[in-house]
């Protein structure tokens, strides 16, 4: 996220603006737990009945949701495409790497360089899309005609690691800790057309283009970050409203302060957007019913 003090433009999020915890409804709330907290190296910060929230400090990154009487969507529905969690140095993303590689090594794949980015891809056991990734210094980021260059080069795994894990990293990855500090940087759905997405996340939302890939990808974020969205169509296109399933249950944007979020309110309800209001969120559905719901930081 950028720290500034500019006003926001007309029409769109705050730079402030991130991203919070991401929801998904799991089967197996203990393989899960498991999964997250021992394989991505996030901590359990509270397990309470149908409920676990796993995170870094006292931030929460993902929230699982016990529905084991729910079913798993079909591959080529919308939906998530995949939770990407942000470390701040490239010694623990090798660390969070290593330690799900040793311990879940059938989930692996794959590795980019995204030019702004490098990054590791995994399932998680119930099929959630998992990115774990370290940013690029932004003064390494190439924007051209308002667009940021993004790329995927093959990025070897092996020889990340031999360059960053550490002996304190793989000490940490064997008891499943991490090292460092985590947060979720971007959110990638599956969805059905790139022009609903743009109009509901751009257009509506307020987020801003970061870059596209024709009518295939679109990428989105506030504050001239890469992207806190993105939206594909690779194995969903065409794919209507989503029914009840396991996987997402929920993605959290989070503004500045109480007034971007009332000015988002106005905003949506200008776009005949529906929003649910409980006087400390709003929540929508997006055109495929992925539910977004933004809250102001604090």
Do not use: C
């Not at 030019?115 to 990115?131: I, K, Q, R, T």
């Not at 932004?138 to 360059?163: A, C």
């Not at 996987?247 to 529906?274: C, F, N, Y």
């Amino acid at each position: 996220m950028i720290t500034t003090n500019e006003t926001p433009k007309s029409g769109l999020l705050a730079a402030d603006t991130g991203m919070g915890a991401v929801t998904l409804r799991v089967g197996d709330l203990d393989g899960m737990i498991r999964y997250y907290r021992d394989g991505v190296t996030l901590e359990l910060l509270s397990h309470d009945g149908p409920v676990a929230v796993l995170g870094r400090g006292t931030t929460p990154l993902v929230i699982l949701e016990h529905a084991p009487e729910l079913k798993h969507a079909s591959p080529s529905s919308a939906g998530l495409f995949h939770t990407a969690v942000l470390f701040d140095s490239a010694e623990a993303l090798a660390t969070a790497v290593y330690s799900v590689a040793a311990k879940y090594p059938g989930l692996f794949t794959g590795s980019s360089d995204h030019l702004v980015s490098e990054a590791f891809y995994f399932n998680d056991p119930e099929g959630n899309g998992v990115e774990l990734y370290v940013d690029r210094d932004r003064s390494k980021w190439s924007w051209v005609h308002g667009q940021v260059e993004m790329s995927t080069i093959f990025l070897d795994p092996n020889q990340y690691l031999r360059e960053h894990l550490t002996e304190t990293g793989a000490s940490a990855a064997a008891t499943g800790t991490g090292l460092g500090d985590a947060i979720i940087g971007h959110v990638h759905l599956s969805v059905g057309d790139v022009d609903s997405a743009r109009e509901f996340y751009v257009d509506r939302l307020g987020f801003e283009l970061t870059t596209t890939y024709g009518s295939q990808a679109l990428f989105v974020s506030a504050g001239g970050y890469h992207h806190h969205m993105a939206m594909n169509t690779w194995n969903s296109r065409g794919a209507g409203r989503r029914q009840l399933a396991l996987g997402l249950g929920k993605v959290e944007i989070v503004v500045p302060t109480a007034d971007d979020l009332g000015q988002l309110g106005e905003r949506m309800s200008h776009h005949s957007v529906p929003a649910r209001d409980d006087g400390r969120t709003l929540t929508f559905d997006d055109p495929w019913s992925n539910l977004v719901e933004v809250r102001a930081a604090g």
